[in-house]
């Protein structure tokens, strides 16, 4: 079943790839893909769509349903790791449950009903996924809080209906791919403990206590791969808050309709730096996973794929529309596109 999970995830990413690869390739219909793709990818001042169209505060939506996802993910996944893939060290697991009966997962306050040690492989898979969570969270609860907050979208700004879809196709993807590794057990177990919690009732269920030093603990035992996606994650996590603050304040002291060329931080290599830390991000977090899972490499060539589409046509966009726009700037690549 993980597997017929894991082969499902990886045929829609690639589907949703597809498109973009054929629109760079020299084809004899490219001009009409190009048309049609422009047609679906098209929002704000990049107007290429006929048809229904609906509003860019809908972007609200992506993100609702992003944290919502997430945050239910990293929530299972940390329960799962915590109770069940501990500790994340080379120690037999009967020096662990010894140690830690008054916590979760030790011989004194809840049974889960071991079968057998989790290998140190298993140990690592959970609590590395839950690393890649607590990363997704941090994104997607920011891009949230600017939704709302920081981008004042104009009543005629528009996108595509597929624009829409692509987008919520997206951060239902994100997350569950993320979660991929271990989400099969980890629905398995809390299958479990439902069940558990209902033939015993509350009454009879051992007391949840929590040790919060080694709720996390485990993240800071992960290995370097983790530690140097996480540096790269925050490095273009930071750098998009920055952009998005440049344009935020662009809509927010000029007309609602009024476009001003954007200066500052990235922004001065390129025209769509907001695009290229997205990029920067989610590169972080393909490090983080140590770059093994196939399904988070095709999730990163989508963002880079459909990224630098629209970033290619919003810069083409900037120069014909100033005359002074400088000539300097790449499109979403400092000094290479």
């Known amino acids: 079943m993980e597997m017929d999970l894991a082969v499902l995830l990886r045929l ?33 001042k990049i107007k290429g769509f006929t048809g229904f169209t609906v509003s860019q505060r809908y972007f609200l939506h992506f993100y609702i349903t992003a944290v919502v996802l ?33 916590t979760i997962g030790g011989s004194n306050t809840f049974s889960f009903n071991k079968l ?45 209906i597929s624009t829409y879809f692509i987008g919520l196709f997206f951060y239902v993807m ?10 099969i057990e980890v629905v398995n177990f809390l299958h479990s403990q439902i069940a558990e919690f209902s033939m015993k009732g509350r009454d009879k269920m051992p ?3 929590i040790d919060p030093p080694e709720l996390v603990k485990p993240l800071l035992s992960l290995g370097w791969c983790q530690w140097v996606g ?16 440049i344009l935020g304040s662009l809509r927010e002291n000029g007309r609602a ?19 290229f830390a997205e990029i920067i991000i989610y590169a972080g977090i393909l490090a983080a996973s140590g770059g093994y899972d196939i399904t988070l490499w095709l ?13 290619a046509e919003t810069h083409k966009w900037y120069k014909q529309k100033f005359e002074e726009y400088p000539r300097s700037r790449q499109a979403i690549i400092p000094f290479v596109y």
């Not at 829609?12 to 990818?41: C, E, N, Q």
């Not at 109770?83 to 060290?89: D, N, R």
């Open 116 to 160: 057998h040690s989790p290998t140190l492989s298993q140990k690592f898979k959970a609590w590395q996924t839950v690393f890649l969570l607590l990363l997704m969270e941090i994104q997607v609860l920011r891009r949230l809080h600017e939704t709302m907050n920081v981008f004042h979208y104009s009543p005629s700004a528009k996108m595509h």
């Open 230 to 245: 996480a540096t790269i994650f925050f490095w273009g996590w930071l750098h998009q808050l920055r952009c998005h603050s």
């Open 299 to 311: 999730l990163f060539i989508f963002v880079v794929a459909n990224l630098s589409f629209v970033a």
């Open 12 to 44: 829609l990413w690639t589907a949703g790839i597809v498109p973009f690869v054929l629109v760079s390739l020299p084809l004899p219909f490219d001009g009409l893909l190009h048309r049609l793709l422009m047609g679906i990818v098209a929002r704000g």
């Open 70 to 102: 997430t945050t239910c993910l990293l929530i299972a996944t940390w329960f799962y790791a915590y109770a069940e893939m501990m500790p994340l060290s080379f120690e037999p697991w009967s020096s662990y449950s010894t140690n830690t009966g008054n």
């Open 257 to 275: 309709d009024e476009y001003i060329i954007p200066y500052g931080d990235w922004f001065k290599y390129v025209s769509c730096p907001h695009y």
């Open 207 to 209: 007391d949840l206590r």
């Open 174 to 183: 994100a997350p569950l791919s993320l979660a991929s590794p271990c989400i």
